[in-house]
């Protein structure tokens, strides 16, 4: 048998993280057994289903690099084969017409309630002969007796109960076939071996059998996936920040780091944190799958994000942070340089955001020195310090590190001071006070011309700050509790 599953959004929103776990998992238990993963499209829902969802979900598979053998299969060209099975069940005598009205089935609710029964349908025209010509819709004949049980990969043996179940309505007075028939229809059709889902699909799969087995189709094997809470214990929803696929792209995750997190949402193996996608599919197993609901965590994410950032290729960060450098409006050129970037300043940074506003002042001026950082660097004598190490800096035939550290030991032995004297005046001037690797790496890296510049801002902005006649170089105190009375 090869294995084949499925991920079935609904394409009602954006691809949000429980669907990408859900996603994941399935293509997982896909690969790791040589088998296929399908994608499907449900989108009969014509009202809440549109075509920017749609793109959305196909650019979180894509993003997340979770390909698939087959599909996307979308629902709506499909209903040929959903008429075709309510045709079937007709003729079987295992569906039937129903025109109960809205009234009826209102009044029949608040009876059951009033009685403190499960609201169901009471099977009214399971035996009336509706004609086809008024108003109709159509029920399933479901069993009236009888258990359902079914071995789920995660959670055991699950049980219900016939009795339990009503006459699911299969097909709306419009005509449309309904979410449990054209997904039974689907899972059929493309031989999915294995539907692996969100457990609030958990009481749909009882009704999902019966339609299967009426209609004399395989039954696959279930394996419900427990959901997916945030920090505060309460379903993972919008108010906990991100949860669509794609705004984690915007906020600097890595595919991989996010694919690692989610798979460790509710699933583990032993206490290893960090997967590579073959360890994920070698080690991967429905039946490590926590049973309890996990809590979302973004500290945790972060975390492994950071581990990515800093043991990634390269090269790849370099390709990942370009997006984030030209959101900054820093139209970058990917190659050696931003690589050189990327290793130097990487080990700082806990998503590509961050790195990206790290590594700004390579490429672009600061508005301001960091006035924390400022007021220590740029004290006594620094001034002449930037102008002897800018002469040396300056007469540099090469802007490499090795002369780039000379010209700076140079400086601190011509002056007589101590290498601090010289250096920290000298970093804050050229990265405004933002975190910044070894100096000369950081001359090196930002480049001659901007260094010298920078440099020249570093001392005006130090000679207009300790004008003696600026005005506001001044802060007035007065004491409040000795007032001089005049
Ligand atoms: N379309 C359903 C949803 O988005 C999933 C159906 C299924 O996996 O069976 O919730």
Same mark, same amino acid.
């Given at each position: 048998?090869?294995?084949?599953?499925?991920?079935?959004?609904?394409?009602?929103?954006?691809?949000?993280?429980?669907?990408?776990?859900?996603?994941?998992?399935?293509?997982?238990?896909?690969?790791?057994?040589?088998?296929?993963?399908? !994608?499907? %499209?449900?989108? @009969? $829902?014509?009202?809440?289903?549109?075509?920017?969802? +749609?793109?959305?979900?196909?650019?979180? /598979? #894509?993003?997340?690099?979770?390909?698939?053998?087959?599909?996307?299969?979308?629902?709506?060209?499909?209903?040929?084969?959903?008429?075709?099975?309510?045709?079937?069940?007709?003729?079987?005598?295992?569906?039937?017409?129903?025109?109960?009205?809205?009234?009826?089935?209102?009044?029949?609710?608040?009876?059951?309630?009033?009685?403190?029964?499960?609201?169901?349908?009471?099977?009214?025209?399971?035996?009336?002969?509706?004609?086809?010509?008024?108003?109709?819709?159509?029920?399933?004949?479901?069993?009236?007796?009888?258990?359902?049980?079914?071995?789920?990969?995660?959670?055991?043996?699950?049980?219900?109960?016939?009795?339990?179940?009503?006459? !699911?309505? %299969?097909?709306? @007075? $419009?005509?449309?076939?309904?979410?449990?028939?054209? +997904?039974?229809?689907?899972?059929?059709? /493309? #031989?999915?071996?294995?539907?692996?889902?969100?457990?609030?699909?958990?009481?749909?799969?009882?009704?999902?059998?019966?339609?299967?087995?009426?209609?004399?189709?395989?039954?696959?094997?279930?394996?419900?996936?427990?959901?997916?809470?945030?920090?505060?214990?309460?379903?993972?929803?919008?108010?906990?920040?991100?949860?669509?696929?794609?705004?984690?792209?915007?906020?600097?995750?890595?595919?991989?780091?996010?694919?690692?997190?989610?798979?460790?949402?509710?699933?583990?193996?032993?206490?290893?944190?960090?997967?590579?996608?073959?360890?994920?599919?070698?080690?991967?197993?429905?039946?490590?799958?926590?049973?309890?609901?996990?809590?979302?965590?973004?500290?945790?994410?972060?975390?492994?994000?950071?581990?990515?950032?800093?043991?990634?290729?390269?090269?790849?960060?370099?390709?990942?942070?370009?997006?984030?450098?030209?959101?900054?409006?820093?139209?970058?050129?990917?190659?050696?340089?931003?690589?050189?970037?990327?290793?130097?300043?990487?080990?700082?940074?806990?998503?590509?955001?961050?790195?990206?506003?790290?590594?700004?002042?390579?490429?672009?001026?600061?508005?301001?020195?960091?006035?924390?950082?400022?007021?220590?660097?740029?004290?006594?004598?620094?001034?002449?310090?930037?102008?002897?190490?800018?002469?040396?800096?300056?007469?540099?035939?090469?802007?490499?590190?090795?002369?780039?550290?000379?010209?700076?030991?140079?400086?601190?032995?011509?002056?007589?001071?101590?290498?601090?004297?010289?250096?920290?005046?000298?970093?804050?001037?050229?990265?405004?006070?933002?975190?910044?690797?070894?100096?000369?790496?950081?001359?090196?890296?930002?480049?001659?011309?901007?260094?010298?510049?920078?440099?020249?801002?570093?001392?005006?902005?130090?000679?207009?700050?300790?004008?003696?006649?600026?005005?506001?170089?001044?802060?007035?105190?007065?004491?409040?509790?000795?007032?001089?009375?005049?």
């Amino acid at each position: 048998m090869t294995v084949r599953t499925r991920f079935a959004p609904s394409p009602t929103g954006f691809l949000h993280v429980g669907g990408a776990r859900t996603a994941l998992f399935s293509w997982l238990y896909a690969k790791k057994h040589g088998g296929q993963f399908v !994608l499907r %499209i449900e989108d @009969t $829902d014509l009202e809440r289903s549109t075509k920017e969802s +749609v793109n959305a979900i196909l650019q979180g /598979m #894509e993003w997340l690099d979770l390909d698939y053998d087959q599909g996307p299969f979308y629902q709506t060209e499909r209903f040929a084969h959903y008429d075709a099975a309510i045709e079937r069940l007709m003729e079987d005598g295992l569906a039937y017409r129903c025109n109960c009205s809205r009234e009826r089935l209102e009044a029949l609710r608040e009876e059951q309630m009033q009685n403190k029964q499960k609201p169901r349908y009471d099977g009214h025209c399971r035996n009336r002969q509706i004609s086809a010509d008024e108003p109709h819709v159509i029920r399933f004949r479901n069993p009236e007796s009888g258990d359902i049980v079914f071995q789920d990969h995660i959670r055991g043996e699950v049980r219900f109960s016939n009795s339990e179940l009503d006459d !699911l309505i %299969i097909r709306r @007075t $419009d005509g449309s076939p309904t979410y449990n028939l054209t +997904v039974v229809i689907d899972d059929a059709d /493309m #031989e999915i071996t294995h539907v692996i889902r969100g457990d609030d699909h958990l009481n749909n799969t009882p009704r999902q059998i019966n339609l299967l087995q009426a209609l004399g189709l395989p039954v696959p094997e279930y394996a419900h996936v427990p959901m997916i809470l945030g920090d505060d214990g309460a379903r993972l929803s919008k108010r906990h920040g991100a949860v669509s696929v794609i705004q984690y792209r915007e906020e600097g995750y890595l595919p991989e780091a996010l694919l690692n997190y989610l798979v460790r949402l509710g699933w583990s193996y032993g206490d290893q944190e960090l997967f590579s996608t073959e360890e994920m599919i070698r080690l991967f197993d429905l039946k490590d799958v926590n049973r309890a609901p996990s809590s979302f965590n973004t500290e945790k994410l972060q975390w492994i994000n950071q581990q990515y950032i800093k043991e990634c290729d390269l090269q790849h960060l370099a390709i990942l942070l370009a997006p984030h450098l030209q959101e900054r409006g820093i139209d970058v050129e990917v190659g050696d340089h931003l690589v050189a970037v990327c290793e130097a300043q990487r080990e700082r940074a806990r998503t590509l955001t961050e790195l990206a506003e790290i590594s700004t002042f390579y490429y672009e001026d600061f508005e301001e020195f960091d006035p924390a950082a400022a007021k220590k660097a740029f004290r006594g004598e620094a001034t002449e310090a930037l102008r002897a190490v800018s002469a040396k800096l300056a007469a540099l035939e090469e802007w490499q590190r090795e002369p780039l550290h000379a010209a700076v030991a140079a400086t601190v032995e011509e002056l007589g001071v101590g290498f601090g004297k010289v250096a920290m005046p000298l970093r804050i001037a050229v990265t405004g006070g933002a975190p910044s690797p070894d100096l000369d790496l950081t001359l090196r890296l930002i480049g001659r011309e901007t260094c010298l510049r920078r440099i020249d801002m570093a001392i005006s902005f130090i000679e207009s700050s300790n004008d003696p006649w600026k005005t506001e170089n001044y802060t007035l105190s007065l004491s409040a509790s000795s007032p001089i009375c005049l």
